[in-house]
């Protein structure tokens, strides 16, 4: 559950719990997490965002086959749980969904990237903002609406390949109109957080020199705003929520949730069904809001004891606040990041580069982003294996909850073989992008949980 923040690119790929790698929504959803199977939540932004590209961890990544050898992995104190735990069919199956989804997703990941550069380091998007006029504002629009429709444009094609690889293994439930209409959705959210964004920087640096001083107070406080307001106003766009009905499975999540101290407003159900065959569950919301959702897939697939161990998983992070301080990170995070890009975005080769006279023109929005891009793909790795030791804490804190690790197993059984995700992934991927730990280290961990007498 860790998550980047989009600045100045405008888009936080969906890393963070789950969010994994959703691939590129809009803005990240902070509190969605997977308690997913694989690497990394299938959820990625799912709940919130269009599902990107690939949806397992496992599938997020990529690299090549050599590095897929199982046998390198035992290092990670992995190796012992899974060879018996999956048949040898369940791994070849996964692995063909990697071998398939992975190159398309690493296109999607590094075509965005390579259009922020070759625009932002040339005269190119100077250019393409020009465009739109001689004015200031309509520069900024200019700027706000090439970056967050031209990127997205490029990325669609992998989107598009991702989810036909991934119904192929049976992953998705939503027809092409849907799909569409999530791009949409994202875009709705995505450009005009932009435009704000953009007008705040250019204003600031229009007005004075330590514009990036209070830019980087902007970007820290709209982190804390986003991750408030996420669970509240984005989710809903995407997903449909009804309170699950009453009976023993929701009187039996909300004794849980009392047995670990936390005080719950509601459990409710998402229409996740509609989109996926992804199982996840999430807690979100602060205090007086605060609620546990739970996928419609969940219910209808696992024994109640296994819902009972996903959200107990859940409870972890709630009882870790690893949402307030993961916010707290990112705002810190986000603040570091433009000192930094400011830095970049005023040197003058850069800006020759560019062929902008100076960072207050607008025009220099795209070097921005990409200065931007640059800094979120070398940030990711940092941020995934902070979240994996964040997800290792949870799946300790749920196995200490609820006394149950053979129900761990099951269910991490069951939330890999839905996600179609490997046991065991290349260690590369794995160190890269995976936001979760590997499902063999997850069942290791469960297995060598001490019972009680
Ligand atoms: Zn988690």
């Known amino acids: 559950m860790t998550r980047e923040d989009g600045e100045g690119a405008g888009r936080g790929d969906g890393r963070g719990d789950g969010q994994g790698d959703g691939g590129a929504d809009a803005a990240d959803v902070p509190a969605a997490d997977s308690a997913g199977g694989s690497t990394d939540g299938s959820a990625g932004g799912s709940v919130v965002g269009p599902a990107g590209v690939p949806v397992d961890g496992s599938a997020g990544a990529s690299a090549d086959d050599r590095a897929a050898d199982p046998a390198d992995d035992s290092a990670a104190g992995s190796a012992e749980g899974s060879p018996a735990d999956f048949t040898a069919e369940e791994v070849a199956r996964a692995r063909a969904l990697r071998r398939a989804a992975v190159p398309v997703a690493l296109g999607g990941r590094a075509a965005s990237p390579a259009l922020l550069l070759a625009l932002g380091l040339t005269h190119g998007g100077a250019w393409l903002v020009g465009a739109f006029g001689n004015g200031w504002a309509v520069r900024v629009v200019g700027a706000a609406v090439t970056l967050a429709v031209l990127p997205l444009l490029l990325g669609l094609p992998f989107a598009a390949r991702g989810r036909v690889v991934r119904a192929r293994f049976g992953l998705v439930t939503q027809g092409w109109a849907g799909w569409a209409a ?29 514009w990036w001083a ?43 949730a009392a047995r670990d101290g936390v005080a719950v ?11 996926t065959t992804a199982l996840n569950a999430y807690v979100s919301g602060f205090g007086r809001t605060r609620r546990i959702v739970v996928y419609d897939t969940l219910l209808t697939t696992a024994e109640p004891r296994e819902v009972e161990l996903v959200v107990a998983h859940e409870l972890g992070h709630v009882v870790h606040r690893d949402v307030p301080r993961g916010t707290a990170l990112g705002a810190l995070g986000s603040a570091a990041g433009v000192c930094v890009l400011a830095a970049l975005v005023t040197w003058q080769p850069l800006l020759d580069l560019a062929g902008v ?19 979120g793909a070398v940030a990711g790795p940092f941020g995934a294996a902070l979240s994996r030791r964040v997800e290792t804490r949870a799946d300790r804190h749920a196995l200490a909850l609820t006394s149950a690790p053979a129900s761990f197993i099951a269910m991490q059984r069951r939330l890999t073989l839905a996600n179609v995700a490997e046991p065991d992934p290349p260690r590369l991927l794995h160190l890269l992008w995976g936001t979760h730990p590997t499902p063999a280290a997850r069942i290791a961990l469960a297995r060598a949980w001490p019972t009680k007498p």
């Open 357 to 375: 006279p100076r960072f207050a023109d607008p025009r220099s929005a795209w070097l921005l982003a990409a200065a931007a891009a640059l800094g």
């Open 182 to 210: 999530d791009q949409a959705r994202g875009l709705a959210i995505s450009l005009p957080l932009l435009t704000g964004a953009l007008f705040g920087v250019y204003a600031l640096a229009g007005t004075t020199r330590r």
């Open 214 to 256: 209070w830019a980087a107070l902007g970007a820290a406080a709209v982190t804390v705003v986003l991750s408030f307001l996420a669970p509240l106003v984005f989710e809903p766009v995407f997903n449909r929520f009804t309170p699950m009905a009453p009976g023993p499975p929701r009187d039996a999540l909300l004794a849980l």
């Open 265 to 275: 407003r509601d459990v409710l159900v998402a229409d996740a069904s509609r989109r």
